[in-house]
């Protein structure tokens, strides 16, 4: 297929294989998230459906029952952990905290249910193997949403078939103003070590650039460079308010890579190759017209996709292919084994900002 | 002056204060970048003038004089230091491989002749120096064309008028197939190690994101951390084929930049701030349709100032300014102090990628 022909087909989804059926989401903790993205994402959906809420009162999770006729029981973490109502869903998506992430995995795992992760997998790359180990016998799919974002895809597809020649180099950045964006003062548990670990802006943003080079290049972090800082008092507690790192991957292409909680709402993912490069802008924070551009041989193609809620979307389709995978009992990707690769990076370049050098993942 | 203002005034010249003045230029060597870039700017001049033409071989000198009907002399470069013609020249512009710059500088400053030196202004940090102390009695601008592209210097304008708020983060990316592009073999002095300095990419590409995000932003470099490689024969005597490399800025910003000798024809260059983003792109190489895009509040301000030919207007521009500063007596910038900054930023850059270590600059 031309370069032009993936261009033209941005929209399409090319790992759909179920024609029918449904998944029973429980949805783990009830933040803005979850509320404003994932249970609106899983309305859309074609294969999912949210049964069960869980959350930290029960008063809190009947109110959002309340709102939603799918729903079947809302529950405490505690009875979610016991084994309530474990007839109501199929699968979790666990957007707690990074560092609990473990607990509600491992219970999801016990009750023999089907898990949809949020990145960073955990807060620690211990932890992320423990985690990892702890849901063995259950299918563990972690939330990369950018992997099964079309153009993302596409992007991917125009690297594998030389559209750019062999790729060399990579940018990515993404920032936005946390402080205002992520307005639940709840939702504040990404400035506290213990529950986000390593930091703030590279574990939580600088986590897309970081992965989706990856998935896009098809390859894996060797080493890391880091410089960070935290000039604002909120961000006394983690050192990485700001983050530029550098990557080198295993096929020898390097990136250059930005992450700021205290910048504005952006992001884009260049690939320079040996004979053009691919522009993908803006994107990770789900703006509309997020646009896939192509330089080659002096030409220029540049399609933006027209999707107007581009984040929503994303978590359509990311639900989509795990219920796919889940119900059609098939290999999912990105696993557990994938996200602690990153989880590797990500301790490399906390490493390597703290230490000043070079760290091998 | 309002954003918009900005934009639209792209072409202007807002350092111009000589009304009429010649400055006679002589040209030291006549690679292919003197030959096919700086001789056509200067045609196109206001006040400058190439009058004296030096190089390996006289023939050679004398087969390009006979091309320009402004030239009065064909020197060799033994002629030239010894001191003949000096009456048909008012100052020279030293585009030799980097570790010549300091015996032509220095045997200009011996004539009393102002210099326009090519950068990087020498091959190390220490030879640098010795050129910059050697020069000090007569004008030095380092040519750092990005410093008079009036795209650039509307992009510090409005960076400094807050118009992205605070800058927090710059990506910059420059790359070539230095083996194609330079095809004049003699040129290929930039894979040599005795000629070049410390290395080929950085120092010939790196050195534009770097020198222009400090222009742009208004600050220096603080600390650095890279990594290099070469992968093909070609580059075997130099470390970075291809290099990435994050910049700590004295104002607290962050860049994140690669380089490459051997990929695609591009550049960029970004800046994130706490309001909003700066793209210039293309940008570095000439390319035509360069264009300043001003991402903020959800505006999208984008203007391609229409040149087709940018790096002969680029250079066309900086021996004006030349001009303009000689003929007037008044103070360079970029002059010899601020190019001493680049090379001590170079020699960190690439510290930082053999001791794998973050290096203070």
């Known amino acids: 297929m031309s370069a032009a022909d993936y261009l033209g087909t941005v929209r399409d989804r ?5 024609e029918s059926g449904t998944l029973r989401i429980a949805m783990i903790s009830l933040g803005w998230w979850t509320r404003e993205q994932a249970i609106p994402a899983v309305e859309d959906s074609e294969f999912c459906e949210t049964t069960v809420l869980v959350s ?8 959002a029952a309340a709102e939603i006729p799918t729903v079947e029981a ?21 957007c707690t905290p990074n560092a609990l992430h473990l607990p509600y995995a491992e219970a999801a795992a016990e009750h023999g249910k089907a898990i949809l992760c949020e990145k960073p997998v955990e807060s620690t790359r211990e932890r992320a193997e423990r985690l990892v180990e702890a849901t063995e016998e259950v299918p563990l799919m972690v939330a990369y949403r950018m992997q099964t974002d079309p153009q993302v895809r596409r992007m991917r597809e125009l690297v594998a078939e030389g559209a750019i020649g062999d790729p060399v180099a990579v940018h990515g950045s993404m920032s936005q103003q946390m402080l205002e964006t992520v307005s639940d003062d709840a939702d504040q548990w990404r400035l506290d070590p213990d529950l986000v670990g390593y930091g703030a802006s590279v574990m939580d943003l600088g986590i897309y650039p970081l992965n989706t080079a990856r998935f896009v290049l098809g390859a894996d ?9 935290s000039a604002d008092a909120a961000f006394g507690d983690v050192p990485d308010q700001h983050a530029a790192f550098t990557i080198r991957f295993d096929d020898g292409t390097q990136a250059a890579c930005t992450a700021s909680q205290h910048a504005a709402y952006t992001g884009h993912l260049r690939v320079v190759g040996t004979d053009g490069e691919l522009v993908l802008e ?3 924070l789900g703006q509309p017209e997020q646009t896939l551009t192509l330089h080659s041989d002096g030409r220029r193609l540049e399609v ?3 999707r107007r809620d581009v984040m929503r979307d994303e978590m359509t389709e990311e639900f989509d292919y795990f219920a796919d995978r889940v119900l059609r009992d098939a290999p999912i990707h990105p696993d557990g084994d994938h996200a602690l690769v990153d989880m590797r990076a990500l301790e490399a370049i906390y490493d390597a900002a703290e230490t000043g050098t070079t760290v091998s993942v």
């Open 14 to 18: 090319d790992w759909e294989q179920l």
């Open 56 to 63: 930290r009162s029960r008063e809190k999770a009947s109110a």
């Open 74 to 94: 809302a529950l405490t973490y505690e009875e979610f952990t016991d084994g309530e109502a474990t007839d109501e869903y199929d699968a979790v998506y666990v």
């Open 221 to 229: 972090p060797v080493s890391v460079t880091a410089q960070m800082h």
């Open 282 to 284: 803006p994107v990770f």
């Open 304 to 306: 933006a996709d027209g």
